[in-house]
C-alpha cells in the first residue's frame, strides 16, 4: 500500500516524507512544534497534542478530464497555474500535466485561500478567465466555494470537493 | 566489556498497524560513552596546519595566531603539538614537541606573516610527517587544516592525503575562514580522513571559539574505532542511514547492503552522543511483537587496552490490530527526521544553485519552519531568482547540518 503527496508521488506506507519531494505526508506523525503535553486527569476534552498543521479543514480539487486530485487540506493558500521556471513561477497546483498549456491556462491563473473557514476562489487576471459554475468571475473578486462546485480555468474543468 | 558505552535505541512507533502491506520503521540509535569514562583523557598528537597566504592578511591571521596561542595554552604537557604554515610552499615552524615550553611556542606563533599564494597539499604533506614523528601510545591523532581559499592544482593531491592519513590513524578536521574556500574539497578531505566536515569561520573573531570547539573535542575522546552495525532478519530491509548527531551527515546507498547496515562512527567524545536515523522496509505481518533489526556496537578503549569490544541491542515492535494503541507516535525521533528531511532538501537547493546559479526546487513551508531565520530569508531570496552571497550560502549550509542540535522544538 502507497501514501501520495500532493504531487502524485508514491511512498511506502508509514512514510513520514515524500521520497522524492520532501513533501511530510500527512498518514505519518504529527511533529511536536513546542505544543505541552495534555494533561490527561482533566474534565474537557483534551487539549492539543502534538499538532501538526491547524486546519480542521479538508478539502479536493479534482481535474475532471483525468480524475486528478490535489489535496488542499490544512493549506491556507493554493496558486493554480502553469509551471514557469524561467518566469519564477510555480504554482501549488500546476496543470501544465493536465492540458494547462493547450486549455488557455495562464501561469497565474487562480488562487483558493481560506477566510474564517471559508474556502474563496480569486481570479488572478488570468487571460481566458475564471468561471465558477459557469458565472464567469471578475478578476481579484474572492468568491465563496461550496461542495461540488465546478471551477474552469480557461478552458480545464476542475471540480472542488469539501468533506 | 558493559559499563564503557550505552547503546540504546527508539523506535517512531512501539505499535505498528498490521496493515497486509509493507511499512516503513523509523529507529533512531544511539551510541554514547558513560560516566565511567568521565575522568578519561588521552594524549593529543596535534597538526596544525595554517594557511598564511597574502588573503589572509589581516584581522583573519591575526586572530587565528591568537586561537592557536590559546590552543598552546591549553595543551597538557603530555600532549604533542606541531604547526605547518603554508603558502606556495609549506614550512615547518614548530616541530611536533610536547607542549612543554609553551612562552617559546608562542612566540614562534607571533612571529608568522602572511605571504604567498595557496597550496594546500604541501602543508599536509608536512603535517602529516609531523604526526608520524613520534608513536604517542594512545594518542589521539589530529590535524586541524586551515584556509582561507582555493588551492592551486592539487585538489586530487589533498584528496589523497586524507585516504593516506585515515589508514594511518589520523582524522584531519578542516576549517574554512572567510567566504572564498572551496566547501566540497574541504569537506572531503575532513570525510575521508574520518574527521568530520569542514567547519566554517564566517568571521575572524570566531576562530577563537572554534579552535576551543575542536580542541575540547579531541580532548573528549574516550572511546575509539567504533562501528555500528544493523543485522536485520528476513523481511525487513534498509532503505535510509543518515546520522543526525553531532550533525547531520548523509551517508548515502554505500552503508547499506543487503542483510545489514555498517556505519562506522569513528571517536565517541564523552557528553556527546552519537545517533544514526534508519528508515526500514518492513514486510507485511501479522499482529505480535517482532524484533526487526539487531544492532552491535564495535569499539575500542585505549585507556584500559580493550579492543574490539562488542554490545548488542535488539529493536523490537509490536504488530496491532488495534487502532488506538498504534496511534502514538514517538515526537523526538519523528523531530530527527523532520529535520534530516529538511537537511536533504535544504542541500538539494544548495547544490542547485552553486551549479546553476538558481535553483528550481521549491520548498514546503513544512519543511521550512524547522529552518532558522536566516536560513529562510536566503531559500527564499533564490526561489525568487535572486542571488545570495557565497558568505551565506556557506552559512547556511553549515547550520543546516546542525539543525538536529537545537532541542528547544521537541517536547521532553
Same mark, same amino acid.
Given at each position: 500500500?502507497?501514501?501520495?503527496?500532493?504531487?502524485?508521488?508514491?511512498?511506502?506506507?508509514?512514510?513520514?516524507?515524500?521520497?522524492?519531494?520532501?513533501?511530510?505526508?500527512?498518514?505519518?506523525?504529527?511533529?511536536?512544534?513546542?505544543?505541552?503535553?495534555?494533561?490527561?486527569?482533566?474534565?474537557?476534552?483534551?487539549?492539543?497534542?502534538?499538532?501538526?498543521?491547524?486546519?480542521?479543514?479538508?478539502?479536493?480539487?479534482?481535474?475532471?478530464?483525468?480524475?486528478?486530485?490535489?489535496?488542499?487540506?490544512?493549506?491556507?493558500?493554493?496558486?493554480?497555474?502553469?509551471?514557469?521556471?524561467?518566469?519564477?513561477?510555480?504554482?501549488?497546483?500546476?496543470?501544465?500535466?493536465?492540458?494547462?498549456?493547450?486549455?488557455?491556462?495562464?501561469?497565474?491563473?487562480?488562487?483558493?485561500?481560506?477566510?474564517?473557514?471559508?474556502?474563496?476562489?480569486?481570479?488572478?487576471?488570468?487571460?481566458?478567465?475564471?468561471?465558477?459554475?459557469?458565472?464567469?468571475?471578475?478578476?481579484?473578486?474572492?468568491?465563496?466555494?461550496?461542495?461540488?462546485?465546478?471551477?474552469?480555468?480557461?478552458?480545464?474543468?476542475?471540480?472542488?470537493?469539501?468533506? | 566489556?558493559?559499563?564503557?558505552?550505552?547503546?540504546?535505541?527508539?523506535?517512531?512507533?512501539?505499535?505498528?498497524?498490521?496493515?497486509?502491506?509493507?511499512?516503513?520503521?523509523?529507529?533512531?540509535?544511539?551510541?554514547?560513552?558513560?560516566?565511567?569514562?568521565?575522568?578519561?583523557?588521552?594524549?593529543?598528537?596535534?597538526?596544525?596546519?595554517?594557511?598564511?597566504?597574502?588573503?589572509?592578511?589581516?584581522?583573519?591571521?591575526?586572530?587565528?595566531?591568537?586561537?592557536?596561542?590559546?590552543?598552546?595554552?591549553?595543551?597538557?604537557?603530555?600532549?604533542?603539538?606541531?604547526?605547518?604554515?603554508?603558502?606556495?610552499?609549506?614550512?615547518?615552524?614548530?616541530?611536533?614537541?610536547?607542549?612543554?615550553?609553551?612562552?617559546?611556542?608562542?612566540?614562534?606563533?607571533?612571529?608568522?606573516?602572511?605571504?604567498?599564494?595557496?597550496?594546500?597539499?604541501?602543508?599536509?604533506?608536512?603535517?602529516?610527517?609531523?604526526?608520524?614523528?613520534?608513536?604517542?601510545?594512545?594518542?589521539?591523532?589530529?590535524?586541524?587544516?586551515?584556509?582561507?581559499?582555493?588551492?592551486?592544482?592539487?585538489?586530487?593531491?589533498?584528496?589523497?592525503?586524507?585516504?593516506?592519513?585515515a589508514?594511518?590513524?589520523?582524522?584531519?578536521?578542516?576549517?574554512?575562514?572567510?567566504?572564498?574556500?572551496?566547501?566540497?574539497?574541504?569537506?572531503? #578531505?575532513?570525510q575521508?580522513?574520518g574527521?568530520?566536515?569542514?567547519?566554517?569561520?564566517?568571521?575572524?573573531?570566531?576562530?577563537?571559539?572554534?579552535?576551543?570547539?575542536?580542541?575540547?573535542?579531541?580532548?573528549?575522546?574516550?572511546?575509539?574505532n567504533s562501528t555500528l552495525i544493523?543485522?536485520?532478519?528476513?523481511?525487513?530491509?534498509?532503505?535510509?542511514?543518515?546520522k543526525?548527531?553531532?550533525?547531520?551527515?548523509?551517508f548515502?546507498?554505500s552503508v547499506?547492503?543487503?542483510?545489514?547496515?555498517v556505519i562506522p562512527l569513528g571517536d565517541?567524545?564523552?557528553?556527546?552522543?552519537q545517533?544514526v536515523?534508519?528508515?526500514?522496509?518492513?514486510?507485511?505481518?501479522?499482529?505480535?511483537?517482532?524484533?526487526?533489526?539487531?544492532?552491535?556496537?564495535s569499539y575500542?578503549?585505549?585507556?584500559?587496552?580493550?579492543?574490539?569490544?562488542?554490545?548488542?541491542?535488539? #529493536?523490537?515492535?509490536?504488530?496491532?490490530?488495534?487502532?488506538?494503541?498504534?496511534?502514538?507516535?514517538?515526537?523526538?525521533?519523528?523531530?530527527?527526521?523532520?529535520?534530516?528531511?529538511?537537511?536533504?532538501?535544504?542541500?538539494?537547493?544548495?547544490?542547485?544553485?552553486?551549479?546553476?546559479?538558481?535553483?528550481?526546487?521549491?520548498?514546503?513551508?513544512?519543511?521550512?519552519?524547522?529552518?532558522?531565520?536566516?536560513?529562510?530569508?536566503?531559500?527564499?531570496? #533564490?526561489?525568487?531568482?535572486?542571488?545570495?552571497?557565497?558568505?551565506?550560502?556557506?552559512? #547556511?549550509?553549515?547550520?543546516?547540518?546542525?539543525?538536529?542540535?537545537?532541542?528547544?522544538?521537541?517536547?521532553?
Open positions: 500500500m502507497t501514501v501520495r503527496c500532493s504531487l502524485g508521488h508514491e511512498n511506502p506506507d508509514g512514510s513520514a516524507f515524500c521520497d522524492e519531494c520532501g513533501e511530510p505526508l500527512s498518514g505519518a506523525a504529527p511533529v511536536a512544534v513546542a505544543a505541552a503535553p495534555a494533561p490527561v486527569d482533566t474534565a474537557t476534552p483534551a487539549a492539543p497534542v502534538m499538532t501538526a498543521a491547524p486546519a480542521a479543514l479538508v478539502a479536493r480539487l479534482i481535474v475532471e478530464a483525468d480524475n486528478q486530485e490535489f489535496d488542499l487540506s490544512g493549506k491556507d493558500l493554493v496558486l493554480i497555474g502553469r509551471e514557469d521556471a524561467v518566469s519564477n513561477i510555480f504554482p501549488d497546483v500546476d496543470l501544465t500535466p493536465h492540458g494547462g498549456e493547450e486549455g488557455g491556462v495562464s501561469r497565474m491563473h487562480a488562487r483558493i485561500f481560506v477566510e474564517n473557514g471559508q474556502y474563496m476562489l480569486e481570479d488572478e487576471n488570468s487571460t481566458n478567465f475564471t468561471f465558477l459554475n459557469r458565472q464567469k468571475l471578475t478578476a481579484k473578486t474572492p468568491t465563496p466555494l461550496h461542495d461540488d462546485d465546478e471551477i474552469k480555468l480557461g478552458r480545464i474543468l476542475l471540480r472542488f470537493k469539501e468533506a | 566489556m558493559p559499563g564503557e558505552v550505552t547503546l540504546a535505541h527508539q523506535v517512531g512507533k512501539d505499535f505498528m498497524p498490521v496493515t497486509g502491506g509493507s511499512q516503513v520503521a523509523y529507529v533512531l540509535v544511539e551510541a554514547k560513552p558513560t560516566e565511567m569514562m568521565a575522568h578519561v583523557r588521552m594524549p593529543l598528537n596535534f597538526a596544525l596546519v595554517l594557511d598564511h597566504s597574502g588573503s589572509m592578511k589581516g584581522a583573519k591571521l591575526r586572530n587565528v595566531k591568537e586561537a592557536v596561542k590559546m590552543v598552546i595554552d591549553r595543551l597538557e604537557p603530555t600532549d604533542y603539538v606541531s604547526v605547518v604554515i603554508f603558502d606556495d610552499t609549506a614550512q615547518v615552524v614548530i616541530p611536533s614537541l610536547p607542549a612543554n615550553d609553551k612562552p617559546g611556542m608562542k612566540a614562534t606563533i607571533d612571529q608568522i606573516r602572511d605571504a604567498g599564494g595557496t597550496t594546500m597539499s604541501l602543508g599536509m604533506i608536512q603535517g602529516l610527517n609531523e604526526l608520524h614523528h613520534w608513536n604517542i601510545p594512545n594518542a589521539v591523532n589530529r590535524m586541524i587544516l586551515l584556509t582561507d581559499g582555493v588551492t592551486y592544482g592539487d585538489s586530487d593531491r589533498c584528496r589523497q592525503l586524507a585516504r593516506d592519513a589508514s594511518a590513524g589520523i582524522a584531519i578536521y578542516p576549517l574554512g575562514i572567510g567566504a572564498d574556500w572551496d566547501e566540497e574539497l574541504l569537506d572531503s #578531505i575532513g575521508l580522513s574527521g568530520m566536515p569542514a567547519e566554517f569561520i564566517r568571521d575572524p573573531m570566531d576562530a577563537l571559539g572554534i579552535f576551543e570547539q575542536q580542541l575540547q573535542s579531541a580532548v573528549d575522546v574516550a572511546i575509539r544493523l543485522r536485520l532478519p528476513v523481511g525487513v530491509t534498509a532503505k535510509k542511514a543518515v543526525v548527531l553531532p550533525i547531520i551527515s548523509d548515502g546507498q547499506l547492503s543487503d542483510r545489514q547496515i565517541l567524545e564523552k557528553d556527546r552522543p545517533s536515523l534508519v528508515e526500514l522496509m518492513i514486510d507485511p505481518r501479522p499482529a505480535g511483537l517482532f524484533r526487526i533489526a539487531q544492532t552491535e556496537l575500542d578503549v585505549p585507556t584500559t587496552n580493550l579492543v574490539g569490544e562488542r554490545l548488542r541491542d535488539d #529493536i523490537k515492535v509490536t504488530f496491532t490490530t488495534d487502532a488506538n494503541q498504534a496511534a502514538p507516535v514517538n515526537a523526538y525521533v519523528m523531530n530527527m527526521a523532520e529535520k534530516a528531511n529538511a537537511h536533504r532538501l535544504v542541500t538539494r537547493v544548495l547544490d542547485e544553485y552553486k551549479r546553476t546559479g538558481k535553483a528550481t526546487t521549491r520548498l514546503a513551508p513544512n519543511v521550512t519552519r524547522v529552518l532558522d531565520e536566516e536560513t529562510q530569508a536566503a531559500l527564499a531570496q #533564490i526561489s525568487q531568482g535572486q542571488q545570495i552571497s557565497q558568505d551565506q550560502v556557506k552559512s #547556511i549550509g553549515n547550520k543546516t547540518r546542525k539543525l538536529t542540535q537545537r532541542l528547544d522544538d521537541i517536547i521532553p
